[in-house]
């Protein structure tokens, strides 16, 4: 089974996606992780990746397409794939057409007010590397991890002003592609807004009657 993962940043796709993976015992496949290991294992394309980013620009939508073509050719998709964070626009949509059949396009949806609560409310210690939330999971002590005693920072693009930016720009590039997908008859929408167990259940529930 081939899908893909659209939602806001603060969805949770990333959550939903770890748990799905084992469910459904296919890989997550995100272009962070796809440029990563292009780059760890030095295929042309990954050294290209390498130059580009080493230099502070952004991987052009042809590169990222010629990734996330080599990476559906790996012996692990053979039983299907969660693609996160691609497509995100349409001539990539196009392009995807080209070269991989999706079975479902999922859409997590979640209020703009809770994208913001979820995001502003994180903190994280640089050290031990571990994530809290002001609201959801917040440390025993206010403003200190609980692990080494150090400083919580909030990350910038996380701060209230940022998200709302990243939402707008989300909703700019995405919204075409919702509704290209919907033409397609690809489209589920699945409420994100609850605890990850609930929309685990929700996405398989979906997908279950797609395959009914």
Same mark, same amino acid.
């Given at each position: 089974?081939?899908?893909?993962?659209?939602?806001?940043?603060? +969805?949770?796709?990333?959550?939903?996606?770890?748990?799905?993976?084992?469910?459904?015992?296919?890989?997550?496949?995100?272009?962070?992780?796809?440029?990563?290991?292009?780059?760890?294992?030095?295929?042309? *394309?990954?050294?290209?990746?390498?130059?580009? *980013?080493?230099?502070?620009? *952004?991987?052009?939508?042809?590169?990222?397409?010629?990734?996330?073509?080599?990476?559906?050719?790996?012996?692990?998709?053979?039983?299907?794939?969660?693609?996160?964070?691609?497509?995100?626009?349409?001539?990539?949509?196009?392009?995807?057409?080209?070269? +991989?059949?999706?079975?479902?396009?999922?859409?997590?949806?979640?209020?703009?007010?809770?994208?913001?609560?979820? *995001?502003?409310?994180?903190?994280?210690?640089?050290?031990?590397?571990?994530?809290?939330?002001?609201?959801?999971?917040?440390?025993?002590?206010?403003?200190?991890?609980?692990?080494?005693?150090?400083?919580?920072?909030?990350?910038?693009?996380?701060?209230?002003?940022?998200?709302?930016?990243?939402?707008?720009?989300?909703?700019?590039?995405?919204?075409?592609?919702?509704?290209?997908?919907?033409?397609?008859?690809?489209?589920?929408?699945?409420?994100?807004?609850?605890?990850?167990?609930?929309?685990?259940?929700?996405?398989?529930?979906?997908?279950?009657?797609?395959?009914?």
């Amino acid at each position: 089974m081939n899908v893909i993962f659209l939602g806001p940043p603060g +969805a949770g796709k990333g959550t939903i996606a770890a748990l799905a993976k084992e469910k459904l015992s296919v890989p997550h496949i995100s272009t962070g992780d796809i440029f990563r290991s292009a780059i760890k294992n030095e295929t042309a *394309l990954g050294k290209q990746v390498k130059s580009i *980013l080493s230099s502070g620009e *952004l991987v052009p939508d042809e590169l990222t397409i010629d990734l996330v073509k080599e990476r559906l050719k790996e012996g692990d998709t053979s039983g299907g794939y969660i693609l996160d964070g691609f497509p995100r626009t349409i001539p990539q949509a196009e392009a995807l057409e080209t070269f +991989a059949d999706i079975d479902f396009v999922i859409n997590f949806t979640v209020e703009r007010d809770m994208i913001i609560r979820r *995001l502003s409310g994180r903190r994280i210690a640089k050290e031990s590397g571990k994530v809290y939330h002001i609201l959801y999971n917040p440390p025993k002590t206010a403003g200190i991890c609980d692990i080494t005693g150090e400083p919580l920072i909030q990350r910038d693009d996380d701060k209230e002003e940022a998200v709302i930016n990243r939402l707008e720009v989300y909703e700019r590039q995405t919204a075409p592609l919702i509704e290209y997908y919907t033409e397609n008859g690809l489209i589920r929408d699945v409420d994100g807004s609850d605890t990850p167990e609930k929309v685990l259940a929700s996405f398989l529930t979906v997908i279950d009657e797609g395959n009914g």
